[in-house]
């Protein structure tokens, strides 16, 4: 399965503190894409890095990417209390695929 | 604003009964999914069309069934639910263009329980 994984499954911090994420996939990759989602709510897109990048920026959000060890990282810095939620990975196996699949999901709970 | 709808929000059905959940766009997206949302798991893709093109995954049950009659609207019926599909059930969208990889766009969800 292509399914990600992602680590850890909970993560709790204080507001300010910056909080990282990660994905770990299991075959190669075109694209991958962190989305959020809060409680009982529907996905939201965050950001795409495609498999020949290394590094994304997007306001709070650094997304990196290591295809040889299969795996990227979602930093959140200065973190806030409306950043609480569920962040997962989705990746697309090839050149062409419409189809995403999701990671297991990080739930983020930032402690005011 | 251009969105993805999902009605209902909130659906109750009993066990046996059929029930249609319903997703609308205005993004005039090409690619429509439905996934399969149960607690603290990740979604998981039943089906989407690509254009008219029905794209069934292959773990999907055949009590799943879904309509596409135009650009805008897609339906996903549920024959005979049983307490096992009570999950949230989400709509989303894409715009894709042959290369893949394009972000989708999701509706609220529809949670659905099976009494």
């Known amino acids: 399965s292509q399914q990600g994984e992602e680590d850890p499954q909970a993560l709790s911090i204080q507001e300010g503190e910056n909080a990282t994420m990660n994905c770990s996939y299991k075959?190669?990759?075109?694209?991958l894409q962190w989305y959020r989602q809060n409680s009982g709510r529907g996905l939201v897109h965050l950001i795409l890095i495609r498999s020949n990048e290394r590094e994304k920026h997007s306001g709070r959000l650094r997304v990196t990417l290591d295809t040889s060890k299969k795996s990227s990282s979602l930093l959140i810095t200065a973190s806030r209390a409306a950043d609480t939620a569920s962040y997962f990975c989705a990746t697309d196996a090839y050149f062409g695929n419409e189809k995403l699949t999701f990671g297991t999901g990080t739930r983020l709970t930032i402690i005011p | 604003d251009a969105m993805v709808i999902q009605n209902p929000r909130y659906q109750v059905t009993q066990f046996g009964k059929p029930v249609t959940l319903s997703c609308s766009q205005t993004l005039n997206h090409n690619v429509m999914y439905w996934y399969q949302q149960k607690s603290s798991q990740a979604p998981k893709l039943l089906f989407h069309?690509?254009?008219?093109?029905?794209?069934n995954e292959a773990d999907t049950p055949d009590n799943f069934q879904s309509r596409r009659p135009n650009t805008s609207f897609c339906f996903l019926d549920i024959r005979s639910p049983g307490l096992g599909d009570a999950a949230m059930y989400l709509c989303a969208t894409s715009r894709d263009l042959g290369a893949g990889g394009q972000e989708q766009y999701f509706g609220p969800g529809t949670r659905l329980t099976v009494t």
């Open positions: 069309y690509y254009d008219k093109d029905f794209n």
């Open positions: 075959t190669s990759i075109n694209n």
